[in-house]
């Protein structure tokens, strides 16, 4: 049951990955290069403050600097089952169309806010492959909000989170224990990534 509902998420992914994988550049993809300010887009109310953001013609919000914290004790990565990894991606996933389908009502909107998550999401793909410059964490700042999403009742809170998109790379937490070896790694993640575009393509047509 979940691996056949994950699938879309993959796909998405991968696709949004597989178009982003050299550097973002917002001057040549399609929603940006059209509309390098979308305050107001169509004269929708809906998308007034848009820009504020990650800034005017910064659509995706690539980061460009990380603040890596130092952690008091090191944060280390522990292996679990890939499914117990895939439930978590899922929720991730269905609480993103729970947030535009219940928060925007307006159908442009909805479309636009999802693609600039899509794009955002993105970017980690070439964090993954060590073709960014970054490292490959997360900023603890932005996740430590994951506990004001709901009220008691469980609907979606309404209130203001008080951080921007440009406060994300602030706070970044780098986990050691990966097994990236500088030497065999870069050809190795690539096929993996290769792969997985091919499954993408395959499961899509
Ligand atoms: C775009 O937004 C990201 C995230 O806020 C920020 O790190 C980056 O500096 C911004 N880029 C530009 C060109 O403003």
Not at 116 to 144: E, K, N
Not at 152 to 163: I, Q, V
């Amino acid at each position: 049951m979940f691996a056949k509902i994950a699938l879309p998420l993959f796909t998405i992914s991968v696709l949004a990955g597989s178009a982003l994988a050299a550097p973002f550049n917002p001057n040549t993809q399609s929603l940006a290069r059209r509309h390098q300010s979308f305050d107001n887009w169509g004269g929708l109310s809906s998308f007034s403050g848009f820009d504020n953001f990650y800034g005017v013609d910064n659509f995706s919000g690539e980061v460009s600097d990380q603040v890596v914290v130092e952690q008091q004790e090191e944060v280390v990565c522990q292996a679990v089952s890939i499914e117990v990894v895939q439930q978590k991606l899922l929720v991730l996933q269905e609480m993103a169309k729970q947030i535009i389908s219940e928060q925007v009502c307006e159908v442009e909107t909805q479309t636009v806010v999802f693609q600039q998550f899509l794009s955002s999401c993105s970017h980690f793909s070439s964090d993954l492959l060590r073709t960014s410059g970054h490292q490959v964490g997360y900023d603890s700042a932005i996740v430590s909000h994951h506990g004001s999403f709901y009220n008691a009742d469980e609907s979606l809170s309404t209130y203001d989170l008080g951080f921007s998109g440009s406060d994300v790379g602030k706070n970044i937490v780098v986990p050691s224990g990966s097994n990236w070896n500088s030497a065999t790694s870069p050809a190795s993640v690539g096929n993996a990534f290769n792969a997985a575009l091919g499954a993408t393509s395959s499961s899509s047509s």
